[in-house]
């Protein structure tokens, strides 16, 4: 048998803050056990009914170090359905995109997986849009042997953003202009090309932000648009800041945070107020470490913070939302802390999230790919607009779309060019890339799944092609994918 951890504390919410306490046996060949369900939680006193992936200790699934993804999934929800191992790099047939290449579960239908996955901060999700909207997701978290030995507890945070409305009527709302979002017409977008910084490069990283006047941040260039929907709550591992997750940590201790955005159209700015973090990880990937306490997140991105908390005390672990005043989060407090409330509102609105690709600059991959020249290189045009609300990718939309080409082992670069007034949070399935340009410049940034290219900027990948097949690539900002915003790399032998 082993345990999660020697301080043997995990916290991912209700249902999976139990699991550290309790012995998990590895099964060599029997399957674990995970089912999609409906399930409901209560948002600010109200009961709300939201989709869920129930796995052996609650929401999600944890595995020990080298064991492998080994699961038979059971679709107990009554849609047709299908999840994502968002980005873990499964044999395409088990990718889980609906049709690419196999068909959704019916209710009741059962599939088994198996593969060797990655290690690190990942999570799961239905790879049909509104269902994602309703909530159908959840962490996978792919503990590796340094973790196993670490001398650290470990907490988790899945972000999600709310709605009593069902996912068609946002969708109808969004389309008609009428979403609620902040108006954000005094944020001026700098040309992409000038790679001038927008002083947001210290905030991100964690210095002092406070009272930042919106209006003060005036370049030449475009407009931008920050949120599209004002959602009814922002939440934490199912709940809101009227009832925050409180956990109890050692006096002392060292925590590692595992932050996962499944925030379907919602940047998050995670601020550990006065906890100075090092982030050591983002997309399951190991970074060198940068010490702040602000990081921003986009849809889909995950992050690993390490914390040193000394003494008693209570430290409210917070998620901004981009460009306005909600917020959402936990609490981390030792044995005897008293713990106050922390208003869902804050005091100002919390800035546009890197504008100026600053933060994603200061990242480095602890490991990265090897030196190689790029076989072949695409230009991707990212384009949209908010009226007609309709957002593509060189132009087309997810049927009307030209596929990338690669070859399988070659290596590729994927220059993302956003000419819309919307950041666009570029998922690609079934590989890690590493960032390798912003805004023209070179640099050795960090591997990831999912990087965020802001309005009128400019990101470029690299990879290596993989296993011959049609690997999606798309925006994770959910009302965007619904509406088309996806394409497909499709590696030949």
Not at 344 to 356: C, T
Not at 406 to 415: D, L, P
Request: charge should be negative; aromatic fraction near 6%; hydrophobic fraction near 45%.
């Amino acid at each position: 048998m082993t345990h999660f951890s020697r301080r043997g504390v995990l916290a991912a919410g209700a249902a999976l803050a139990s699991v550290a306490a309790l012995p998990r046996m590895v099964m060599a060949n029997a399957p674990l056990a995970l089912r999609t369900a409906t399930r409901v939680i209560e948002v600010d006193g109200k009961p709300a009914t939201v989709f869920g992936v129930e796995g052996p200790a609650g929401q999600g699934l944890i595995l020990d170090p080298g064991q492998r993804f080994q699961v038979e999934l059971t679709n107990g929800i009554d849609l047709p359905t299908l999840l994502h191992w968002h980005g873990q790099v499964p044999p395409y047939e088990q990718d889980g995109v609906p049709d690419l290449p196999l068909p959704t579960l019916k209710p009741g239908e059962a599939r088994r997986y198996d593969y060797a996955p990655l290690p690190g901060t990942y999570w799961m999700h239905a790879h049909i849009p509104l269902q994602e909207m309703r909530g159908l997701a959840a962490p996978l978290i792919v503990r590796s042997a340094e973790d196993a030995t670490a001398d650290r507890q470990e907490v988790m945070m899945l972000l999600q953003d709310f709605s009593f409305k069902s996912p068609e009527e946002i969708m109808a709302v969004v389309a008609e202009g009428h979403g609620g979002g902040h108006d954000m017409g005094t944020h001026q977008m700098p040309a992409a090309s000038t790679g001038q910084g927008m002083g947001m490069g210290h905030a991100a990283m964690g210095h002092d932000m406070g009272g930042m006047d919106h209006s003060s941040m005036q370049m030449d260039g475009m407009q931008m648009d920050l949120n599209d929907y004002d959602w009814d709550a922002y939440l934490t591992n199912d709940r809101t800041l009227a009832d925050p997750q409180v956990v109890r940590i050692d006096k002392g201790g060292r925590v590692r945070l595992r932050i996962i955005n499944a925030a379907s159209a919602t940047t998050f700015w995670i601020d550990t107020g006065g906890a100075t973090a090092r982030l050591v990880a983002v997309d399951g990937h190991a970074v060198v470490p940068v010490e702040g306490s602000r990081f921003g997140l986009s849809m889909a991105q995950r992050m690993d913070l390490e914390l040193d908390l000394s003494g008693e005390g209570v430290w409210p672990i917070l998620a901004l939302r981009e460009g306005a005043r909600e917020r959402t989060g936990l609490i981390l407090a030792t044995a005897n802390a008293q713990v106050g409330k922390v208003p869902a509102m804050g005091d100002v609105d919390a800035p546009a999230f890197d504008i100026d690709l600053s933060q994603e600059a200061r990242l480095q991959a602890a490991e990265s790919l090897p030196q190689r020249e790029a076989d072949r290189t695409h230009m991707v045009m990212l384009g949209g607009s908010m009226q007609p609300y309709r957002w593509t990718i060189d132009g087309k939309i997810w049927g009307e779309h030209k596929a990338l080409a690669a070859k399988s082992g070659e290596r590729v670069e994927i220059m993302f060019h956003n000419m819309s007034m919307m950041g666009h949070p570029m998922h690609l399935h079934g590989h890690v890339f590493q960032v390798v340009g912003i805004n023209g410049k070179r640099v050795n940034g960090a591997r990831r799944d999912t990087v965020y290219v802001p309005p009128n900027a400019m990101v470029t990948i690299a990879m290596d092609a993989g296993e011959a097949a049609r690997w999606m690539l798309h925006c994770h900002h959910i009302p965007h994918l619904e509406t088309g915003m996806m394409t497909e790399f499709a590696v030949t032998a």
